[in-house]
């Protein structure tokens, strides 16, 4: 069985040493971002490189393709798509609805094309006035129902277009004032509060994948991030939110987590998550979180599997007129063509 951890890779094609990492180790996936991608030749070339390496065809490949600032794959090869809170604020509820579906759908088309099977995204985090730039418009609103309508035909997109969606960062990162990239932010709200946030994962709570938040809540877990906290794994995630799928963490290279890569993936497993997730593609970080990553078994198999079984072959769609109609949005935004 493949290891609990999905690795990164550092360019544009997989090094000697990275292929006998890949093969020793056997990540369950492979995440991708702006730095592994130039083209949709070299694009297929690289999943299909990774799929060869662990020697399974249907071994998940992820990328983050929110829209907006977010988007690992551009201009000119692919379309550019607006922020998710560009469209949460333009349009009224069912036109929003219907044009983050349209989104979801296109970007999975580009996605599955180029060998890419899940989506790190949609982001099901609540926004406010306070909330970090690091959310900012990456949020699709302020109000939970509609963030939860609007990740819903999102994920439904992506799901069309034979894409499974994560939805993140789950329980909420809205109410952070810090970007837990560069450190860990801690969130003082209350319990009965923190419902609020919890509501979009819990609408969307069926669906295969979710990410954690390398965040603090004081009333859930005064000590720990829920990243590492069984706490909230456990009472809030599993519990209260209700999510029955796979859990993975945000990245654990980011600056939110402390101690030794063992150690923060250590940390991880503790918690009760399903899978640790490794980006930045340095492969001393990645072998220190393969280390001591199982094999994955009983429920987190049982639950990697679902998800796997969440991509299927894309429903049949009018591409042309799709992005047609993805023009007239980004015009109505001020986006251009």
Known sequence: ??????????????????????RDADPWGLILFKRNVAGRDQLRALTQDFRECVGRADAPVLIDQEGGRVQRMGPPDWPAFPAAGAIGAAFAPDVAEAAARL????????????????????????AEPGTHAVIGARAWGQDPGRVA???????????????????????????ARADSHLELPVVEASRDDLARD?????????????????????????DRPATASRRIVDEVMRGEIGFAGLIMSDDVSMKALSGTFEARADA???????MALHCNGDLDEAR??????????????????????????????????????????????????
């Open 268 to 274: 991880i497993f503790a918690a009760g998550l399903d």
């Open 1 to 22: 069985m493949p290891k609990a951890f999905i690795a990164g890779c550092a360019g544009l094609a997989l090094k000697p040493l990275e292929r006998a990492f890949l």
């Open 149 to 175: 309508a609007l990740g819903r035909a999102f994920a439904e997109g992506l799901l069309a277009g034979g894409v499974a969606p994560v939805v993140k960062h789950m329980p909420g990162h809205g109410r």
């Open 198 to 222: 919890f509501a979009p994962f819990k609408a969307l709570a069926g669906l295969p994948m979710a990410m954690t938040a390398h965040v603090v809540y004081r009333a859930l877990d005064p």
């Open 103 to 126: 989104i979801g759908r296109l970007i999975a088309h580009d996605l599955e094309e180029a060998g890419i099977t899940v989506d790190c995204a949609p982001v099901l985090d609540v």
């Open 288 to 337: 220190a979180v393969a280390s001591v990553a199982p094999a994955l078994a009983g429920e987190s198999l049982r639950r990697a599997e679902a998800a796997l079984a969440a991509i299927r072959p894309p429903e049949p769609f009018d591409l042309d007129r799709a992005r047609a109609d993805l023009a007239a949005i980004n015009a109505r935004l001020g986006l251009g063509a």
